[in-house]
């Protein structure tokens, strides 16, 4: 099945011989910036939600703040789940950077290689990191933990969501979500405490892309917008 993919950009001066190498296509690049923000947007209003502030006197819900912050918390979460949809879809039909292959460490390879990007992590010595054009072991394993935890917050926020209709379809979808967790009270604690995770998450995953730029020169960060990476004609990679 084809993909839609991103034209090279125009050379940049650079010494020696270089080749353009596609990465990322234009859904996976739009899903990526679209659930950052919404992300963003979920966690700025969802501690709001749970905590207001700016509010001068009288209870949250007599003041229309409340109600912004609610619809935009739902259509950020609307966002997010049409991004997993889009994600879903092309770990099928996406080029081999982008299939599920390319998001689980799996291989025995790239096992091995795991435990050598984390120590090369470690010991800041990017130099020792098996070099890989997509994502390496390391960012493999994350990306996947981090997609299971933004499962769990979706169920469980459709199940928050479902509380305010009994006989709406989020209730009757989601309400067993309560019962197994022991109640709708840890339902919303769980809810709660995941955002954090995030919270903690995204500066990270800014830093150690910031981070790989700098020190590895591997075009991290602007391959996400533009789709892929600039890089030596001879150089090998473990997912060339």
């Known amino acids: 099945m084809s993909t839609i993919m991103a034209a090279p950009p125009k050379p940049l001066p650079r010494t020696g011989n270089y080749r353009w190498v596609s990465l990322w296509g234009v859904p996976i ?13 979920l966690a700025v209003t969802g501690l709001y939600i749970g905590k207001p502030y700016f509010m001068t006197s009288g209870e949250a819900s007599s ?15 609307g966002v997010v789940v049409m991004t997993a949809v889009v994600r879903v ?77 009994s006989a709406g379809i989020f209730y009757r979808a989601f309400n067993w979500i309560g019962p197994l967790l022991g109640g709708i009270p840890n339902v919303r604690f769980i809810h709660h405490e995941i955002t954090w995770v995030f919270a903690i998450y995204l500066p990270i995953h800014v830093y150690l892309s910031i981070r790989a730029d700098v020190l590895e020169h591997n075009s991290t960060i602007s391959s996400i917008v533009s789709g892929g990476r600039m890089v030596p004609a001879d150089a090998k990679f473990q997912d060339d």
Do not use: C, D
């Open 89 to 165: 879809y092309w770990l099928f039909a996406g080029n081999r950077y982008e299939r599920w292959r390319a998001l689980v460490p799996v291989s025995r390879k790239n096992l091995r290689n795991l435990l050598r990007q984390a120590r090369a992590y470690v010991l800041v010595r990017p130099e020792e990191a098996p070099p890989y054009l997509g994502h390496n072991p390391l960012q493999q394993m994350s990306y996947t933990m981090l997609y299971a935890i933004a499962a769990a917050q979706v169920v469980t926020g459709f199940a928050l969501y479902g509380q305010y209709n």
């Open 63 to 77: 003041h229309f703040l409340m109600g912004w912050m609610r619809f935009l918390h739902f259509t950020a979460a």
């Open 29 to 41: 690049r739009v899903m990526h910036w679209a659930a950052a923000l919404s992300i963003v947007v």
